[in-house]
């Protein structure tokens, strides 16, 4: 085994390694090249949490994907034709692109880019970055093999963002957007040359080129980070954040929303529910909500226009207030007294409309309930081993099964803790006094209630 292959292993999840094994397997039997590139690389050699698994596949991509959704049960997200690639989701919340090796120019910069196969070192050297453009051989001839063409290992090291190419802000100006997401989630100063590279494509105005489908997607991947208000208020400063919407500077960017909106998200980053969100796709909704709360509605219908929002997006958009109004009145209830309650409320509702209302709402009895269930609920469900689990009657995924699992999950979230060992060894050393009272539930039911009212 490499060093490589043994830093990879120990950075995944369980869940991740279990993914990149059925990958390979796929890819094994297609008799197709697998690597793995991009933000996974990254990730794992500048010492961050691997977010996303990128595969890259020397033939058809998303083939390649389809086999693997019908081999593994994993969803397809998205499927892009063109590129052959594919967005997936697997057992776990695991995430993960399958894409072709490819290599895309554009006539001019913002054009539709010409599409062509090619091997890995073709695709590296296409890249954005240098720290995108190191990939790590899942072949069983050259497993754990690093490529590294554009020396991008060095400049992790240095933690420098260097671009590609030289013209590689002209192929595709969206680049720039996505160098001021990187710098404020990596932390990495920009190197001089690319420095140089940026003000000579801004002089150009070659951000002004950026198409509507490119500018959307970047905004859903800035709601999709931990900072978002960092990274808007960067891309402020840079002149670029009124690209999304020429109203979208100084207080109508409204940091302040965006900040309050960041710890909110904070508490569904990190479920350790065994339901917990497989991605972070449901955050644009809400995100858009807090991104538009000062912005009339003329330049509302501005941002849909320039970022190219899809229907279904400005939907979801629109109708959040009407959802967390729902969940906020059944939350607000005085028939609730038990934890458990609160987690049969929760836990089916649509994490968008949770985020919105954890933003959103004024009302007490709601904001305590939801805090209760992530602060309290949540972690007493991942106290749960796996022995404990194998006792639920019922085959997985079955009726049964689910019903004997809430009815578990119930009974676990409203039992009453044990007394603190303070109180046993004081108790253990009073013979003469009196036995403690059976445990009841109801006790611990009545403090539960009083601490979410």
């Known amino acids: 085994m490499s060093d490589y292959t043994y830093m990879l292993e120990s950075h995944l999840s369980p869940e991740q390694n279990r993914v990149v ?25 500048a010492g961050f949490r691997i977010r996303d698994l990128d595969f ?3 033939g058809n991509g998303l083939k390649l994907a389809r086999a693997i959704a019908e081999g593994t049960g994993a969803g397809l997200i998205a ?14 919340g695991v995430t993960a692109q399958v894409a072709s090796a490819r290599q895309e120019r554009a006539a001019r910069p913002g054009a539709r880019a010409q599409i062509a196969a ?79 590279q940026i003000a000579n ?9 950026i198409p509507p489908r490119a500018l959307g997607e970047e905004l859903r991947r800035i709601a999709a980070e931990d900072s978002p208000a960092e990274i808007l208020l960067a891309l402020e400063e840079a002149g670029l954040s009124t690209l999304f919407c020429p109203a979208l500077a100084g207080p109508k960017l409204n940091p302040g929303g965006l900040a309050q909106w960041e710890k909110c998200a904070s508490l569904l980053r990190e479920d350790p529910s065994p339901d917990a969100m497989p ?53 607000r209830s005085s028939r609730i007294s038990k934890p458990s309650q609160i987690y049969r409320i929760v836990n089916p509702a649509p994490a968008d409309a949770i985020l919105h209302l954890l933003y959103r709402s004024t009302a007490k009895p709601a904001q305590e309930r939801l805090r209760t269930y992530f602060q309290e609920c949540l972690p007493t469900i991942q106290e749960i081993g796996p ?7 019922g085959t997985p995924g079955t009726p049964k099964y689910l019903k004997a699992r809430e009815e578990f999950i119930a009974l676990r979230l409203d039992r009453r803790p044990p007394p603190p060992p303070e109180a046993s060894t004081e108790a253990a050393a009073a013979p003469d006094a009196p036995a403690p009272a059976p445990a009841q539930p109801v006790v611990v039911v009545e403090t539960a209630a009083r601490r979410a009212r």
């Open 56 to 58: 890259v596949v020397e």
């Open 79 to 92: 499927a892009d034709e063109l590129r052959k690639s594919a967005e997936m989701v697997f057992a776990g």
């Open 118 to 196: 090619a091997t890995i070192q073709e695709d590296l050297r296409g890249r954005d970055f240098t720290c995108n453009a190191i990939a790590l051989s899942l072949n069983r001839a050259s497993r754990g093999l690093l490529l590294d063409p554009l020396n991008g290992l060095a400049d992790l090291q240095r933690r420098e963002l260097r671009a590609a190419s030289t013209y590689g802000f002209y192929d595709d100006p969206s680049r720039l957007l996505r160098l001021v997401r990187f710098q404020v989630r990596l932390g990495f100063t920009i190197e001089e040359r690319t420095q140089m």
């Open 21 to 45: 094994a059925e990958v390979q397997a796929a890819a094994s039997q297609a008799n197709a090249g697998l690597f793995l590139t991009g933000g996974a690389m990254r990730d794992m050699l």
């Open 279 to 331: 991605s972070r796709a449901y955050r644009f909704g809400p995100f858009l909500c807090v991104l538009g709360e000062e912005l009339s509605p003329k330049e509302r219908q501005s941002l849909i226009k320039r970022c190219a929002l899809t229907k279904s997006e400005v939907d979801a958009w629109t109708g959040l207030d009407a959802q967390a109004k729902k969940l906020e009145t059944a939350l």
């Open 201 to 209: 494509a801004r002089e150009a105005e070659v951000e002004k080129t």
């Open 387 to 393: 022995a404990e689990w194998a006792e639920v009657e």
